[in-house]
């Protein structure tokens, strides 16, 4: 269902170990906004919800509301650093479109 690359598995342990206490895994979601429409989010949970998918990737606990999935099914997430900028990198095959920033998708 996703991929994470081993640059991006690499900065979400680092986050993890940040934290300064356990967490129950990496939130993975789809929001309204941005250029073309919806975008990106992500974030470290304490704790899942009663409907959150909750998929092991590439030896995480990825938390995914039911609403998300359905964007995020085959998406592979990098973590690239070049001159524009450092972070995560979104593949999705289920993109119809995007925008110019990279940050959001149709």
């Not at 690499?10 to 309204?32: D, F």
Request: contains cysteine.
């Amino acid at each position: 269902m996703i991929q994470i690359t081993p640059a991006a598995q690499a900065a979400i342990k680092g986050a993890i170990e940040g934290a300064g206490q356990p967490v129950a895994g990496l939130r993975l979601m789809v929001q309204s906004g941005g250029c073309a429409g919806l975008k990106y989010g992500m974030s470290l949970e304490l704790t899942e919800a009663p409907d959150d998918l909750v998929v092991e990737a590439e030896g995480l606990r990825v938390l995914i509301d039911p609403q998300s999935g359905t964007y995020l099914n085959g998406v592979t997430i990098d973590f690239v650093t070049s001159l524009e900028g450092t972070g995560f990198v979104f593949d999705n095959p289920n993109a119809k479109g995007g925008c110019g920033c990279g940050k959001s998708f149709c």
